[in-house]
């Protein structure tokens, strides 16, 4: 099994923990929910075998200390602006990157402000409700920040059962792969997921994408949807991107979580679209 290496770098406001393994072109993953380095372990445990693949703590997540009395707001340009600094500390080449969720938003604002940076862009159900026409743009918004309100008043359970209803994950029937299993709530997490509801949604909330640079970007941007995710907002999120910066559409096993419930056959996909993509 190849070891899993640590290390850190600075960002303005925070210090980032990150996460590699494996040996081969760098494969960043961008994590979706509340962000933690070690939410796809087993998915990175596959793509290992060919990839270098990092992980890492969003900024106050986790490992990923903020530093005292720093109150910038939050915003999808600052999580890019923080990947961009991690790339730069470890590797001078385009790099493959694989964006869940928020991290498909953040994948997706770091191809637009530094596509020098990025080679393939799977961007896995991103949710850019922005796109949608009205009144389901309207309807959308009013949800997240309901969702925010919920944690405000009555705390973290609550409003993180309103966004797995939302993106159709259901805690109690959750299909799975054999073997896998799903991580606990536990203290760790409730931590990162009031981090989420209080910073991290309102930014994806107001994150519009950058259309014009993403239609004429360099790298090559896949747009993913999971196949059990039809019908809810982050799927039609995803054909509409597509749409709009003319990509065709990759299905991947799986929901809107996919890259945790599925990890040998998403890996599996993951392979055969960069093999489509890139020459590795």
Same mark, same amino acid.
């Given at each position: 099994?190849?070891?899993?290496?640590?290390?850190?770098?600075?960002?303005?406001?925070?210090?980032?923990?990150?996460?590699?393994?494996?040996?081969?072109?760098?494969?960043?993953?961008?994590?979706?929910?509340?962000?933690?380095?070690?939410?796809?372990?087993?998915?990175?445990?596959?793509?290992?075998?060919?990839?270098?693949?990092?992980?890492?703590?969003?900024?106050?997540v986790s490992r990923?200390?903020?530093?005292?009395?720093?109150?910038?707001?939050?915003?999808?340009?600052?999580?890019?602006?923080?990947?961009?600094?991690?790339?730069?500390?470890?590797?001078?080449?385009?790099?493959?990157?694989?964006?869940?969720?928020?991290?498909?938003l953040i994948g997706?604002?770091?191809?637009?402000?530094?596509?020098?940076?990025?080679?393939?862009?799977?961007?896995?159900? +991103? +949710?850019?409700?922005?796109?949608?026409?009205?009144?389901?743009?309207?309807?959308?918004?009013?949800?997240?920040?309901?969702?925010?309100?919920?944690?405000?008043?009555?705390?973290?359970?609550?409003?993180?059962?309103?966004?797995?209803?939302?993106?159709?994950?259901?805690?109690?029937?959750?299909?799975?792969?054999?073997?896998?299993?799903?991580?606990?709530?536990?203290?760790?997490?409730?931590?990162?997921?009031?981090?989420?509801?209080?910073?991290?949604? +309102?930014?994806?909330?107001?994150?519009?994408?950058?259309? +014009?640079?993403?239609?004429?970007?360099?790298?090559?941007?896949?747009?993913?949807?999971?196949?059990?995710?039809?019908?809810?907002?982050?799927?039609?999120?995803?054909?509409?991107?597509?749409?709009?910066?003319?990509?065709?559409?990759?299905?991947?096993?799986?929901?809107?979580?996919?890259?945790?419930?599925?990890?040998?056959?998403?890996?599996?996909?993951?392979?055969?679209?960069?093999?489509?993509?890139?020459?590795?």
């Amino acid at each position: 099994m190849d070891e899993t290496r640590n290390g850190t770098v600075r960002v303005p406001g925070a210090q980032l923990h990150y996460e590699t393994r494996g040996s081969g072109p760098l494969l960043l993953i961008l994590q979706g929910g509340d962000g933690d380095a070690g939410l796809t372990e087993d998915l990175v445990g596959r793509l290992s075998a060919h990839h270098r693949v990092v992980t890492y703590d969003r900024r106050g997540v986790s490992r990923s200390t903020l530093d005292d009395g720093d109150t910038r707001p939050w915003s999808l340009g600052l999580h890019a602006d923080d990947v961009h600094r991690l790339l730069a500390e470890l590797t001078g080449e385009p790099a493959i990157v694989l964006g869940s969720s928020i991290g498909a938003l953040i994948g997706l604002d770091l191809a637009a402000r530094h596509p020098e940076q990025v080679g393939v862009l799977v961007a896995h159900e +991103p +949710p850019a409700m922005r796109l949608l026409p009205e009144p389901e743009c309207a309807q959308a918004l009013t949800f997240l920040s309901e969702a925010v309100l919920t944690y405000e008043e009555h705390g973290v359970g609550p409003a993180m059962m309103k966004m797995l209803a939302f993106n159709g994950i259901d805690p109690g029937r959750m299909e799975t792969e054999p073997g896998v299993a799903m991580p606990e709530p536990n203290p760790h997490r409730m931590a990162n997921a009031a981090l989420f509801l209080s910073r991290d949604l +309102p930014a994806v909330r107001d994150y519009e994408p950058d259309v +014009p640079a993403l239609r004429t970007a360099a790298p090559v941007i896949v747009p993913a949807l999971g196949q059990a995710s039809a019908g809810l907002a982050t799927h039609r999120c995803t054909q509409l991107l597509a749409e709009t910066i003319d990509r065709q559409v990759v299905e991947f096993p799986g929901g809107h979580n996919g890259m945790m419930t599925h990890p040998v056959a998403f890996s599996s996909r993951l392979r055969e679209t960069l093999d489509a993509h890139v020459r590795l």
